[in-house]
C-alpha cells in the first residue's frame, strides 16, 4: 500500500497562510511557522482595536465639543446638561463637526443650551 504525506494539501495550506502575510519584514513573510503566528496576532489586533475605534472617536469628539463650548464660556458638562433639559438630540459625531466647521450653527445650539441652565 502506498504511504500518504499530505504534500499537496500542506504545500496548499502552507501557500495560503504566507499569502496573508505578504508584505511583512524578515522571516514573517516566508517562513510558515513565523508566517502563521504574525498572520494571527494581527487579526487579533484587528479585531481589538475594530472595538477600541469607537471608543477613542467618542473621546476624540468630547474633545472637541468641550473645546468648542468653552469658546462660548460653557464647559463641556453643563453644555451637554443644557442640551438635554431642552430636548435637543444632536448625537456627538455631529456636535463635534459642527463645533469645528460650523461655529455660527454651533453657537446658536449654545445660546439654546445655555437658556434652559439657567
Known amino acids: 500500500m502506498v504511504r500518504v ?4 494539501q500542506k504545500q ?10 505578504k508584505g511583512y519584514k524578515w522571516g514573517r513573510k516566508s ?3 513565523l508566517a ?8 487579533q489586533h484587528a479585531y ?6 469607537k471608543r477613542d472617536m467618542r473621546r476624540l469628539w468630547n474633545i472637541k465639543i468641550n473645546a468648542a463650548a468653552r469658546q ?3 464647559p463641556y458638562s453643563k453644555f451637554i446638561y443644557g442640551l438635554r433639559e431642552a430636548d435637543i438630540k444632536i ?3 455631529i456636535l463635534a463637526d459642527l ?14 443650551a445655555k437658556e434652559h441652565i439657567e
Open 91 to 93: 448625537d456627538r459625531k
Open 31 to 33: 517562513r510558515f511557522k
Open 5 to 8: 504525506k499530505k504534500g499537496q
Open 12 to 21: 496548499k495550506k502552507h501557500k495560503k497562510w504566507l499569502k496573508l502575510a
Open 72 to 74: 462660548h464660556d460653557l
Open 48 to 53: 481589538r482595536d475594530r472595538r477600541r475605534k
Open 99 to 112: 463645533g469645528e466647521n460650523h461655529p455660527d450653527v454651533f453657537e446658536k445650539i449654545v445660546e439654546k
Open 36 to 43: 502563521k503566528q504574525a498572520v494571527m496576532k494581527a487579526w
